[in-house]
């Protein structure tokens, strides 16, 4: 069986999907075959640019037509794009492959799972740093008790690109397209992984978000540099979503979280870390050490830095000998073998899109909780 | 002038600093003499012992008497023993210099900073790692506006000395004797360490507090171990402070805070670490590595890490050459020569009684806000 | 045009270039195009397998018919298979990337060179480190002086697949099929590496050479794993070749190198590391923190840690955004880049083959130093 | 019983020691007492300002005077001092503890050796470094046969300030005095570390010795700053001693070893670091990380980061709690606790004169190869 897979998104996340669907063969030759059939977009000529470096067959310009064409609808767009194709693809029966967060509004979030519970179709969100193989082997040791009582979670995502105030607004500054900032697109992350590893569900939070730059200059029509005449003459759009959020939590059996994102962190450019501390022992990752793992067993003095690229270690068996290391596209090779391989089998794919609501409360909870200035029952 | 010294308590603190007293001769010749003079405590034998080990002249068993006996008087008992005896001293003209945090409850916290007020006796509060090389030397690089605004805050003091349940009790878990558990005891130093470093106030915070382990045995009469005849038949004593809290703060400049203390963090030992973002660049200091410092320059591209023991570093003139590293106990040296020299010379100390009471307020407000599951104006 | 290209072996290094021209397309759009023409071994089920795996169009028994048919030969078969194959495809005109390093003796390294002279073909050796983006970010630093006189290099390559004695033997193993073992295997790289950074030539070497396990099982006939009966039985082969390498060099400069590399280095799987000491600044590299170069400028005070992965790093506009990390793999496409670039072009690649032999050189005099126990001039 | 000691020297060493002996009583209760008698030295001046700072009761300048009107002659002087004063104080029946190297000379190592021999006086040389907890626990762990196997050995000693051509000549540029440069002043410590912590005696080595700066600016009279008037007149003296060396060596139980020093080694302050592999185990130490030792064992995936500082490491019970870090100063506590110990008990010290000679013989020979360009048995 081939599932022929369209996209709606052609940019960054698209180059990456596609890219994960043309090593998919060499790599995890028992991946389902896929045929990249149709890019999804406005811009008729980056599409068609597109279609060719990406290696489609076609493009399209309305998702509508598209959603009931491919096998697999993969929704790659701004985050107000997520509801109506893949609601309308899953109404289709057609699987949908869905970017995190999973919708820009709570609301939207609710209907789009709604939609995944009531079709026979497979609907994953794209939380793709559960699939770094540091983080399953993490997951591993967790599962098999390796931390006893989970006392401490804390879980970073530090970035630094908005820090200079000139930096261009782009649909990821707007309330309306993207739902929130820093929280959305990064915090979702950190949230879905810190539950995920540990396997209990955040119970109540106290969020505090902020913007620290209100408007910034709008890029030129080339899509880059401003207006050389400086900033006076420069249109702006104000930033209505957050640089950075933090937020404490309390999971239902009892541990302490401490989760923070910013675009403003000068000097990390995509410090995704998670440390979690339990009775028995300690684990902690850095997506910029993306192939070491640090964990501390509870017969153990210190943290000891595992380079996870042995045979044996999650996904490497598919790739090269130890100490040969993997980077950050490789996720995408790993959920989209995982994804398509639950579409083509009808199997459910975790995380669905109830995981993707999941997180999607927990994020509108710390928003909540930081205008209502107390603590938020998810 | 020798300054005659006096302390109460004769433990882990009163070593620490009857150890700087000693190395100050050697290796800061222009500080006061100093003559110590008399240990106050209870046990008898005890303190005959610790006379003779930290080289003082006599003993008592009685505070009242000695605190207009001596010239300084450094109140390093348990928390609820800060008040009484300070303010007497202080009352009496007499310098005091007294361990963090202030006192063990707000209200006692303000006595003592009144009574600093409306004493010519020099008063100060021993936040010594603001003593640490490394620390002063980010001070000096932040007050020279190294960080421009200034985003993040972060800072962690990370223990696992309770992790074990069987762990015996002591004062430390008494809200009686102590205030707070690692609220007090560790956060203290964070949010001393973050507003000094920043040179801002805290003005809310969001606090969570916890305790994991509710009561624990109590050491035998020989103050060790545990009865052998199992857990069944040891007496137990109710822990009533946290032992573990996290919060959130927003400074009053606009700054973004996120702090945490525990005593359950497995496998740290004394992880009291501090990052802080602003808008030109970033420092981290990580105290198990004491003598490191981790810049990031706003021209520089990652965080470079700075062996701050070159002889134009602060304190560094009067030790040894670069690179032969100096250890925890010598911030005692540094913050012993600081405030002798204050008490000497008739000058405030830094930190003083105010600066203990502000950190107290904060402590208070992060006990508030989590009672009371909001947040709370300092 | 389009270059037909044919490799001679088709397992670990077949599935790295494999990949790498597979890659090219979508990522390197300038690239010229390829066609996987043909594989050429002598297992006929495994070549046809991988024919399949790896996109090519057919497999060859014999590669003295493949190296004409095609416009580019890899040979990346045991280096006793490098010299007559590349030989006959220079000498067809065909151009000629091999694998690392050149040759399995210094004779048959100065033939390939000598052949590659005289052809108007392309001919490469494909030292694959040198495009690791934070090694050409250190090249272009270094030739912009940023390390003044250069005083020192040492490299290191450990890893520790052997350490255990019932490894299994391979070709690696042999000095028939292999010239040596570590030492050409791994300590090419760090000749090549220091070499090319510096840009200085090594006029003499001290070496060192060591066999620790002088024998070892033959893996059973399905390529696996040993006899169950245990190790009496097992039949083994005899190591003739070098587990382990030091050696001390000299530059032509007045540079002071240290040299080692090892398969018994416990605890190191693939940690290829270089730094330099210069009058005016360090640099500093780990392969396994693949996208990280430490970096001392002459007026910094301690190491910089500089995530290579900025649009402007060298590659970096080809692949994702800042802190989105590249893998091991991630060389191969650059190489194969630039390499094809140059032939399609009818320039030189660097490194070319007289790059190889000069290595090859030294690799001989470390060896010949070894036996006679005193430096030998390169 | 109280030992009265007399020092050779009264600056860095001089303060080191000083310190140390001041410090005993209160850490170190069943320390002998020792009194601090009398130091020896030229500058009456100086000698009276040290001997008040550092707490002794009078000077001399006069060695042979002295060696025996004290228990104890401490060694401090510059390396051709440490001969005719320490082989009187022993046929004196004075207690000898002598700085490294031993000797300027082999052949005046081997008369204080002979000299130790036959005196029933206690001799020891301060290799500092063996006294590390670090380094005892990784001691206690070979010794426990953690390693297995030794295969490698490397250690370098890494510092940066003759870098700078117009830092001033001192007598450790001098061959005269100081022997040899950096191979006697830092290798020293390498070596002993080496043959110490692996049980295990050096065979033969080959050396490679460099002199990057041939003359040095001779202090001003006041032994501090340069002449204002600029480099044309200011005075040179020529540096007759390496700035750097390197070594292979192979032990006598076939374990591989590289050793390197520089004074040259930009960046690097007091890089004093050694990693062990063996079959079963590595250990990885870093002096400028003093408190951290990295283990690898057998059953682990990578190194372990293990903090020393807990009550049941070497020394720390004398100490503070976990992660109270230690510093430099420290390891000279823990020698003068050891060799005064010893001295007190009529035991020997370990390492003795002995020790000193041996490694002498490892400098010398490592000297003669590089003279002779091939290897020399030690």
Redesign the interface.
Known sequence: MTLSVGFLGYR?MG??H??AL??L???F?DAPEVERDVLVGRDEEALSEAVD???FERYATDWEEVVDEVDVFYNLGPNNLHPEPSIAALDAGTHVFCEKPLAHTLDAAERMAAAAESSDATAGVAFNYRFVPAIQYAKALIDDGFLG?V??V?A?Y????L?DPTAPWSWRNSEDVAGSGALGDLGAHSIDLAQYLIGDTIDRV?G?L?T?VDERPVPGEDGGGLDAAGSDSVETRPVTVDD?Y???A?FEG?T???F?A?R????????NTIEI??????IRFD??????LEV?DSD????????V??PDDPYLDH????????????TFVHENYEFLSAAAAGDDHDPDFGTGLAVQRTLAAIEESDE????VRV
Do not use: I, Y
Request: glycine share 12%.
């Open positions: 960054f180059q990456a596609a890219n043309a090593r063969p060499m790599f030759p470096q990406f290696g009582d006392h401490h804390r970073e530090l970035q630094d690109w820090v106290s505090h902020r620290f950075a933090t937020a404490q309390e009892g302490m979280g401490v923070e910013s403003f962190a000068t000097g990390h450019k995509n410090a501390n339990g009775s028995d022992g300690s997506l910029e050490r993306f192939n070491e501390l153990a003095r210190g943290f000891e830095t595992v380079l690229t042995d790739w090269w000998p130890p100490g040969h290391v993997l980077g950050w596209e490789h209502r200035g107390e603590w």
